[in-house]
């Protein structure tokens, strides 16, 4: 109802940039279509993968690639979101460590390395730093917790050079039999019962194996996973680490439960399970969008928009087999290799990377939607995240960056 | 294949094992009967077929709060095909007696409302029959049952003296809840309406369907939901919303008979798309400029449900919105799942404690809160609210109402 801004999409980019304006004292609206980036990624901060130092890098290529978004947000624009992201999330007790000037090596759930520049405090104790202080570091799960194998992910690490085991621990009585997803042993670890049982198997393993640290799955508790960490490295005599799961991932729920109270707080509402389906302007205005709901669309109306609804696996980006590429909320037009013979280059693992990830939403330096003469759109929506063309989020590893930069330069607009 | 089982057969390619509506869902946080929408719907609905016996019965603990549909990243319409294996299974194993009677809230309430009522009620309010009712039906002894009326909104209707300067007309759909345990919300509802200039209508009704859909008794959903759309049609041709108070009611109207029940004539679809929940319908008033706003302050701070049929809707938080037009008035949301009664859900024995579990965060909050008054659009969740909590409920309509300062 009457809404200054209304923010499609309830990423990190769109709830940034909603948190942006409703700290300006905008009426402020977060629409979705359901859960999403945040509960599929690991919780950490990707800025620039592929150097050493993530800004230094990106102080670059602001220079080389003027139409990169991380050039249209500017270098200020990310490090005022970094600081802003991590104030979101110490406010909820989960301060998020790092820095932006060096990237962190984190283990997987395969026991591989992953650059990233920021992690939760849960985790930073697996950096690889740590782990090649030459103690042994134990590696321990629970058989009834899928997708997560402590023996592969210490053989990975000992393949690299580092001295780990993988055990798995007895799982503690409890009344559920059945289903043990990510989420559910997250609960269990909110019982101090079941921390308690089990800090007592790891106390045991220690003193017979000498481990300095231990790798858990990033499972330890959904909104107090601090203080589980410590509670277990008290209990154990170890250094205590999480390592992200499969999805549903626990550490991206607290994420998105640190930006749902910042928002709640700054008065913005979300309404989740809210599809948008089209929007409705005249150059250069939108004037409404419209979502799906039970027999008849739901009208909104605003008088700026924020478009943040991902790429082609957050859905904003729908590829056809004819070879279009489309917008799926708006019906933007889509910046794409001219035919679908050049989405992807000849070799599977092109150093390049395939065209058609690059796939994306053409903007001006204020994040405003271009067609393919240039000519801007709308001029009252500003398009953030991964639904930006001219990157490439996943093999550049500046997903989470990109996200909080260009949802943070709209939030300032 | 009709085009929603095609649809639903299409949704389920959609999923991709995210796992986030089971890490939403708010049945199997609490029990492990539920494993979980993403099992009972898109991966077991591959081993559901025509003809074949039903592979899994644990869908019939799906409550039908529609959580999953609401944060599924991909639009797989998973609370539909759980409605739709749980019809299986009746139609397999038939229904029991339990459940047919609590899905036929109308014929319940028809029994009970009257001059009598004062008399069931308490009896109801006995310990040793309310222990019969568990063993004989497997009603929970417990669970919220609610206090019939001495007299039926339409009959309190027929004698309303409606005022003579309305100008548009509306529909009222009041449900078997209004008409037979909560004729006062009817009446809110009717202040509200003509105050705001409408004239309101009382069509010919029966129950929604909607307990008779979550408890697999398909046939005779249809049959309400078909006199439903013939009693309601012409109102709906000639332009005249039709507007209710029960959000679930309203939902069953708009799109859970046609899509469940595979309805989908002409008639049907003119009433789903003339059909609005109250609040709706006046907060689309309001984007007009055409609510009136002539509020008295309530200094209030109260703590607010939206039930998890009303978010199914899809609209947001239309309560939230007008009456935050109130002077005054400050609505805390629960952003609880569920309250877990989920209409007859947890009324069962075998289904009360974790209804009542479901529902934990909410009691809390409505606890915490220390406000001897909850705000909740559905009668169901306002029975449930008060029974947990001891808190007393209202419907949002009730405090509009008061805030224009009607005589009820």
Known sequence: MNYETIVIGAGLAGMMAALGRAERGERVMVLAKGHGSTHWAAGCLDLFAEADDPLGAINQLVQTRPAHPYALAGVAALEQALARVRG???????????????????????????????????????????????????????????????????????????????????LPPVERAHDFSPVVVARLFERPAFRAALGRQLAALVRKGGYARIGLPAVLGLYNAVEVVRELQALSGALIFEIPTLPTSVPGMRLFHAFEQALTKAGARLQIGGWVLRGEGSNPHLHAVFSEAAAREQRHLARRWVLATGGVMGGGLRAEHTGVVNETALGLPVRTPSGRSDWFQARFLDEAGHPIFRAGIAVDAQLRPLDAADQIVYTNVAVVGSALADFDPIREGCLEGVALATGFAAGQL | MDHIELSLTQSLDHCIKCNICTSACPVAA????????????????????????????????????????????????????????????????????????????????????????????????????????????????????????????????????????????????????????????????????????????????????????????????????????QALVSYARQGIPIVGTSTSCTLTLKEEAPEILALHSEDVQIVAAGTYDIFEFLRSLAERGELKTDFRPIERHLPYHQPCQYRAHRLGSPAMDVLSLIPGLVLEESHAECCGIAGTYGLKQEKYQIGMDVGAKLFDMVKRSGSDLALCDSETCRWQITHATGVASKHPIEILAEAYGLEL
């Open chain 2, 30 to 229: 609490v029990t492990d009967a539920f494993p979980g929408p993403k099992y009972v719907g898109p991966q077991a609905q591959r081993f559901r077929h025509e003809g074949q016996p039903v592979p899994d019965a644990s869908v019939d603990y799906c409550s039908g709060c529609r959580v999953c549909n609401q944060v599924c990243p991909t639009g797989v319409k998973i609370a539909e095909l759980n409605a739709r294996a749980r019809a299986q299974i009746v139609a397999e194993r038939g229904l029991p007696l339990r459940n047919w009677l609590v899905a036929r809230a109308g014929l319940v309430g028809r029994m009970s409302c009257g001059p009598h009522a004062p008399l069931l009620n308490f009896g109801l309010r006995l310990t040793p029959a309310r222990w019969a009712v568990e063993k004989v039906i497997g009603i929970h002894r417990k669970a919220p049952l609610p206090a019939s009326s001495t007299y039926t909104f339409r009959a309190w209707f027929r004698k309303h003296r409606a005022p003579t300067t309305a100008r548009r007309q509306v529909a009222f759909f009041h449900g078997c809840a209004t008409n037979f345990y909560e004729p006062h919300v009817g009446k809110a509802a009717i202040a509200v309406l003509e105050h705001n200039g409408f004239e309101v209508l009382l069509p010919k009704q029966q129950c929604c369907g909607l307990p008779l859909i979550s408890n697999g008794d398909f046939k005779a959903a249809t049959s309400a939901h078909e006199a439903n759309v």
């Open chain 1, 88 to 170: 979101v999330a110490e406010a909820v007790g989960y301060p998020l460590v790092g820095n932006a000037g060096r990237n962190l090596l984190m283990p997987t759930a395969l026991g591989a390395l992953r650059p990233t520049a920021f992690v939760p405090a849960t985790m930073v104790n697996g950096e690889a730093r740590q782990l090649g202080d030459g103690r042994p570091t134990l590696i321990a799960g629970l058989h009834e917790l899928r997708d997560f194998f402590p023996p592969l992910i210490a053989a990975n690490l000992r393949a690299q050079g580092y001295a780990a085991e993988g055990v798995y621990l007895e």
